[in-house]
């Protein structure tokens, strides 16, 4: 059990390029979360997804945003078109569903920067 | 809605002396709640967590919580801070809906500094 990783650990681009994130969650976890966080703040959620299954997004997730977990396993987070209020921490979590508290455990975050 | 309040920004003690963390949670039913640290750069590591049962939760590194419903507070508690318990510490709020996923809402964190 390796924990929740996440790649890149850093990016950065250029306002309007397309820019996708990726994360492995431990692997038993079938649940898989993605929160956002931006400087001096705690973090957002986002969406969430049980297996393959996306069932849960926030309004903070525009159009520009998508989330994938094809397989049930890794997800991807693509942001389209990105604009410099998307510069943030992207937090990944996965927990196990069944379990008493449903405990989330994160990988260590990818950090976009928007130029 | 769930809500979480952390009303100190920043708290700064001595290496050695006691800390307590304060946090304020808002929601209609019986919270999940939890506390997790996190240092600069990095992601979040989970200290403990309280669902039910006894109102003192023990976690990693020495760190306690006392759930109090009448207050609706679970502050987080040290007796003695180390200089590598200099970090951010939120604390999370989740909903008990198994079948739904337990989305967490956080306070906007307290930052401790640790003096020598």
């Known amino acids: 059990d390796t924990g929740v990783s996440q790649n890149p650990r850093h990016k950065i681009t250029k306002r309007g390029q397309n820019v996708t994130f990726r994360c492995d969650p431990i692997s038993e976890h079938n649940r898989l979360y993605w929160y956002r966080q931006t400087l001096g703040q705690g973090p957002e959620f986002l969406t969430y997804f049980q297996n393959e299954a996306q069932l849960e997004k926030s309004r903070l997730l525009s159009d520009r945003f998508s989330a994938e977990r094809p397989k049930g396993s890794f997800s991807t987070l693509e942001i389209q078109r990105t604009e410099q209020g998307d510069s943030a921490m992207y937090l990944c979590a996965s927990s196990l569903s069944g379990a008493s508290t449903d405990t989330q455990y994160f990988g260590p975050g990818t950090r976009l920067t928007v130029l | 809605a769930q809500s979480v309040t952390q009303p100190d920004i920043h708290i700064t003690v001595s290496e050695g002396a006691s800390l307590e963390l304060r946090c304020n949670y808002s929601y209609g039913a019986t919270p999940y709640l939890f506390w997790y640290v996190q240092s600069p750069g990095q992601g979040l590591q989970l200290l403990l967590k309280y669902f039910s049962g006894d109102t003192l939760v023990q976690g990693i590194k020495g760190f306690e919580a006392e759930f109090k419903r009448s207050q609706s507070s679970f502050n987080l508690r040290k007796p003695s801070v180390h200089w590598s318990d200099a970090a951010e510490y939120f604390c999370?709020?989740?909903?008990?809906?198994?079948?739904?996923?337990?989305?967490?809402?956080f306070g906007g964190g307290t930052r401790v500094l640790v003096k020598p």
């Open positions: 999370a709020v989740g909903r008990m809906i198994k079948a739904a996923g337990n989305k967490l809402t």
